[in-house]
């Protein structure tokens, strides 16, 4: 059961390097999200998808882009690292349209930007 | 708009005790609550949710939630912990509404149990 897969699992990056963090899916999930957690914090949205060729800003989406070409892939990337970007990133997935439905995620990608 | 707010931010408890952690809402329309549970350096995992019907619902674990709708409350017991329920507790909320598909996330509660 692979689920919800992100790559890498950690990442140190200088300040002003840009860097692309993968995610994929296999439950043919329509929905896919990027998080962030901040230390003491809940998760904050960045980007969302409802599908392949369509995505939608979050709470948190300065500094950050994504794309959506197939249903399973949804990279996040990070242009001109700040250290206000140091956290750990959660892509996740859920099935539908609809607020009733469970939202699978992945194992997190920890980022240090110094 | 929707909200969430975890009312503990921290909840120490003995082994084989029982612990409440908190939860209230805040949302214009109806409501899907949910609890997650995050163990350390994994990612957020379902224990519970509540779509309709019943208002105490039952997850993984000997988890449980009671939906109180006059209190916009949610909140998460269990009747004795153990060791491993040490974790972080997030308490979501989303709607069927314009925020369709998008979850409102709490702080998190990190619940520690004790030898």
């Given at each position: ?22 995610c994929a899916q296999?439950?043919n999930?329509?929905?896919m ?16 998808s409802?599908g392949a060729g ?13 794309s959506r070409s197939t249903t399973e892939d949804f990279p ?39 | ?115």
């Amino acid at each position: 059961n692979a689920g919800v897969t992100q790559t890498p699992k950690f990442r140190i990056l200088k300040i002003g390097q840009s860097m692309t963090l993968q995610c994929a899916q296999d439950m043919n999930h329509n929905y896919m999200y990027w998080y962030r957690q901040d230390p003491g914090m809940g998760l904050k949205l960045i980007y969302y998808s409802v599908g392949a060729g369509i995505t939608d800003k979050g709470e948190v989406p300065n500094g950050y882009n994504v794309s959506r070409s197939t249903t399973e892939d949804f990279p996040l990337r990070l242009e001109l690292a700040a250290p206000s970007q140091t956290s750990v990133y959660f892509c996740a997935s859920s099935q539908d349209r609809g607020g009733r439905n469970t939202i699978y995620f992945g194992e997190g990608s920890w980022l240090t930007v110094v | 708009a929707q909200s969430v707010t975890q009312l503990d931010s921290q909840v120490p408890v003995f082994e084989e005790a029982p612990v409440e952690l908190r939860c209230n809402y805040s949302s214009s329309v109806s409501v899907y609550l949910f609890w997650y549970v995050q163990y350390p350096n994994q990612g957020l995992q379902l224990l519970l949710k509540y779509l309709s019907g019943s208002t105490l619902v039952k997850g993984i674990n000997g988890f449980e939630a009671e939906f109180n709708k006059s209190q916009t409350s949610f909140h998460l017991r269990k009747p004795s912990v153990h060791i491993s329920d040490t974790a972080e507790y997030f308490c979501a909320v989303s709607d069927g509404g314009t925020n369709a598909g998008k979850s409102t996330f709490g702080d998190g509660t990190t619940l520690t149990v004790k030898p």
